[in-house]
């Protein structure tokens, strides 16, 4: 099993930049692959970034896309997600996301993960 903290968030202006922490605890961090996803208000919690265990690949939604660069540190256990030219439209609660299924080396899918943060609270003014 593993705990996993987001860190982060904030208020910042239209074309600013943040930088999400999620920090994992419990089990090895390296066998996990890991995801961020986000929810905007009214809507359904979305897909945004995705990295394999090892760190070499990933995988973002279109929207985010040449903006978000989503990292891990295995040694530290923590997976990172650097948000550039930040939009009105990226304002959401931000989760990170832990899938321990081998089977799975990255996953669009929220329930092709096993584990989730609170989340923590970006909010983009325009």
Excluded: H
């Excluded at 099993?1 to 968030?9: A, D, F, N, R, T």
């Excluded at 605890?25 to 390296?30: A, L, P, V």
């Excluded at 990292?71 to 550039?84: F, G, I, Y």
């Excluded at 081998?102 to 669009?108: L, R, V």
Aim: with cysteine; charged share 15%.
């Amino acid at each position: 099993q593993v705990q996993l903290v987001e860190s982060g968030g904030g208020l910042v202006q239209a074309g600013g930049s943040l930088r999400l922490s999620c920090a994992a605890s419990g089990r090895t961090f390296s066998s996990y692959a890991m995801g961020w996803f986000r929810q905007a208000p009214g809507r359904e919690r979305e897909f945004v970034a995705t990295i394999n265990r090892s760190g070499s690949s990933t995988y973002y939604a279109d929207s985010v896309k040449g903006r978000f660069t989503i990292s891990r540190d295995n040694a530290k256990s923590t997976v990172n997600l650097q948000m550039n030219s930040l939009k009105s439209e990226d304002t959401a609660v931000y989760y990170c996301a832990a899938s321990a299924s081998y089977s799975i080396s990255m996953s669009t899918r929220q329930a092709e993960y096993d584990y989730w943060g609170q989340g923590t609270q970006v909010t983009v003014s325009s």
